[in-house]
């Protein structure tokens, strides 16, 4: 028997969750409440949306929902509470019944849709039009050379170049991989660090893209044990397996969709780092000293160059960095092509430097930080942070993004490196080959220890960070 498509809606009413805009509204700035947008795009462009809300296609609802699908999107892994909309209440009814059908538990729909929301004064956001964040603050124009992502690692002539940050500031060389092992050899030996290692293990996933499901995901896990701490190469090379499954299933380009991706992960990144710059650039002040600590890549150098843009005067002081000097060879060079006034320092002066007053703020990256908000950052950023506690001196960290399987410092695996790196520098040797060695790559500094964290939405609290769907 035949149904129209108000009965249908209205018998899927019968067995969801509805709630009304003020309910909605309520929920808005609650952390655990995901909005989900069902409405053709063009409608989003002409009329806005929630903010925050995520975009999800009626026609895709079933599919990336259900945890069996090739097309399952992790967003909806999690134990938030989902509020689909659409524009009047019709389609997220459909939907959300479709989405409880496949699996999906916590989740209702607002009854009235976006229509109802903007009439019971709900605030929207416009869709972003014109420039992206990064355009937006001249981004691509203040980057020193070693952090522009042609030269951090590329994709050309069916290989990968690897800027080789090794040999930087004397050289701008590049190391060229026309295999996965390669590109893997290449990661291990510090030829890059940082984003470095993820850009170069997405386009290594090209050199193979023609080869099958099975060899990509091989190659996922030899890229991934090169630098076990860096979990943003794991996250990124799960995405590039995501688009180049649904390439396959579909029977399209997977190496076109793996090329794809990569820019749109690129973009992302580059906009999120100018909007956490401008952050951290806002709370630096005319005349501050700031530490750092290795290698803080765009976001940090980026927050400098625009304080210096903002008219600020600022002096950095650069711990050199053992073993493998990337204070000295990359922080340093790349802060002086800003035309900003640095100060190179060895690892073990910046408590002295501290105690004169020459540090107002200490400023780093952070390879990764965990939902309780612990910085994994390189060896000697946790002994600074100490110290700058003791001398009350805020230190800041930048995130790159949320990794929601590192949730306490427990989960988090410290690369411990051959300790024959430490008996030499730069393949000097500093003392014999009978003396015992130690080279954990990284430490972890606890949250009492850091004032912020720089994030998309802002500078947080270490403590909050759990709360943030997105960082």
């Given at each position: 028997?035949?149904?129209?498509?108000?009965?249908?809606?209205?018998?899927?009413?019968?067995?969801?969750?509805?709630?009304?805009?003020?309910?909605?509204?309520?929920?808005?700035?609650?952390?655990?409440?995901?909005f989900?947008d069902?409405?053709?795009?063009?409608e989003?462009?002409?009329?806005?949306?929630?903010?925050?809300?995520?975009?999800?296609?009626?026609?895709?609802?079933?599919?990336?929902?259900?945890?069996?699908?090739?097309?399952?999107?992790?967003?909806?892994?999690?134990?938030?509470?989902?509020?689909?909309?659409?524009?009047?209440?019709?389609?997220?009814?459909?939907?959300?019944?479709?989405?409880?059908?496949?699996?999906?538990?916590?989740?209702?729909?607002?009854?009235?849709?976006?229509?109802?929301?903007?009439?019971?004064?709900?605030?929207?956001?416009?869709?972003?039009?014109?420039?992206?964040?990064?355009?937006?603050?001249?981004?691509?124009?203040?980057?020193?050379?070693?952090v522009?992502?042609?030269?951090?690692?590329?994709?050309?002539?069916?290989?990968v170049?690897?800027?080789?940050?090794?040999?930087y500031?004397?050289?701008?060389?590049?190391?060229?991989?026309?295999?996965?092992?390669?590109?893997?050899?290449?990661?291990?030996?510090?030829?890059?660090?940082?984003?470095?290692?993820?850009?170069?293990?997405?386009?290594?996933?090209?050199?193979?893209?023609?080869?099958?499901?099975?060899?990509l995901?091989?190659?996922?896990?030899?890229?991934?044990?090169?630098?076990?701490?860096?979990?943003a190469?794991?996250?990124?090379?799960?995405?590039?397996?995501?688009v180049?499954k649904?390439?396959?299933?579909?029977?399209?380009?997977?190496?076109?969709?793996?090329?794809?991706?990569?820019?749109?992960?690129?973009?992302?990144i580059?906009?999120?780092?100018?909007?956490?710059?401008?952050?951290m650039?806002?709370?630096?002040?005319?005349?501050?000293?700031?530490?750092?600590?290795?290698?803080?890549?765009?976001?940090?150098?980026?927050s400098?160059?625009?304080?210096?843009?903002?008219?600020?005067?600022?002096?950095?002081?650069?711990?050199?960095?053992?073993?493998?000097?990337?204070?000295?060879?990359?922080?340093?060079?790349?802060?002086?092509?800003?035309?900003?006034?640095?100060n190179?320092?060895?690892?073990?002066m910046?408590?002295?430097?501290m105690?004169?007053?020459?540090?107002?703020?200490y400023?780093?990256?952070a390879?990764?930080?965990?939902?309780?908000?612990?910085?994994c950052?390189?060896?000697?950023?946790?002994?600074?942070?100490?110290?700058?506690?003791?001398?009350e001196?805020?230190?800041?960290?930048?995130?790159?993004?949320?990794?929601?399987?590192?949730?306490?410092?427990d989960?988090?695996?410290?690369?411990?490196?051959?300790?024959?790196?430490?008996?030499?520098?730069?393949?000097?040797?500093?003392?014999?080959?009978?003396?015992?060695?130690?080279?954990?790559?990284?430490?972890?500094?606890?949250?009492?220890?850091v004032?912020?964290?720089?994030?998309?939405?802002?500078?947080?609290?270490?403590?909050?960070?759990?709360?943030?769907?997105?960082?």
């Open positions: 028997m035949t149904k129209t498509a108000k009965e249908m809606v209205d018998l899927a009413n019968q067995q969801i969750e509805t709630i009304n805009v003020g309910q909605a509204k309520l929920m808005l700035d609650d952390p655990k409440m995901t989900v069902l409405r053709d795009i063009r989003i462009n002409a009329e806005g949306m929630i903010p925050g809300a995520f975009h999800m296609p009626r026609g895709m609802t079933e599919f990336w929902v259900d945890k069996q699908s090739p097309y399952y999107k992790k967003i909806f892994d999690n134990n938030h509470k989902f509020v689909f909309y659409c524009n009047k209440g019709w389609r997220s009814a459909l939907a959300t019944k479709a989405a409880q059908d496949v699996g999906l538990k916590n989740l209702c729909h607002v009854d009235g849709g976006f229509t109802a929301w903007v009439e019971q004064g709900g605030v929207k956001a416009e869709k972003p039009q014109g420039k992206s964040p990064a355009q937006k603050e001249g981004v691509y124009d203040l980057l020193p050379f070693v522009n992502p042609d030269n951090i690692s590329r994709f050309e002539g069916g290989k170049l690897i800027g080789d940050r090794r040999k500031p004397f050289s701008k060389e590049f190391i060229t991989c026309d295999s996965v092992d390669a590109v893997a050899i290449s990661i291990k030996n510090m030829v890059t660090q940082g984003s470095g290692p993820w850009m170069a293990a997405v386009n290594a996933m090209r050199i193979i893209a023609c080869d099958g499901m099975d060899t995901k091989a190659a996922r896990n030899t890229l991934v044990a090169t630098r076990p701490t860096n979990t190469m794991a996250l990124r090379l799960d995405e590039i397996l995501e180049a649904t390439a396959d299933d579909q029977g399209l380009s997977i190496d076109q969709a793996i090329a794809y991706k990569i820019d749109a992960i690129k973009n992302t580059y906009d999120n780092y100018a909007i956490r710059a401008r952050a650039a806002n709370l630096i002040d005319d005349g501050d000293g700031i530490l750092t600590m290795c290698f803080g890549e765009a976001g940090f150098l980026l400098l160059a625009m304080a210096k843009r903002d008219g600020k005067n600022i002096t950095v002081y650069v711990p050199e960095t053992r073993p493998y000097l990337q204070g000295a060879k990359l922080t340093a060079p790349s802060i002086n092509e800003l035309g900003i006034k640095v190179l320092i060895t690892d073990n910046p408590a002295h430097i105690r004169e007053g020459n540090i107002q703020k400023i780093t990256a390879d990764l930080i965990t939902l309780d908000g612990h910085v950052n390189k060896i000697g950023t946790y002994q600074n942070a100490i110290t700058a506690h003791h001398h001196i805020p230190y800041f960290a930048f995130a790159w993004g949320r990794d929601d399987a590192k949730k306490t410092r989960d988090v695996v410290i690369e411990e490196r051959n300790p024959a790196e430490i008996r030499e520098v730069l393949g000097t040797p500093t003392t014999t080959d009978n003396i015992g060695a130690r080279y954990p790559t990284f430490d972890i500094t606890p949250p009492k220890y004032s912020g964290v720089i994030t998309v939405h802002g500078v947080l609290s270490p403590y909050t960070l759990k709360n943030y769907k997105t960082w």
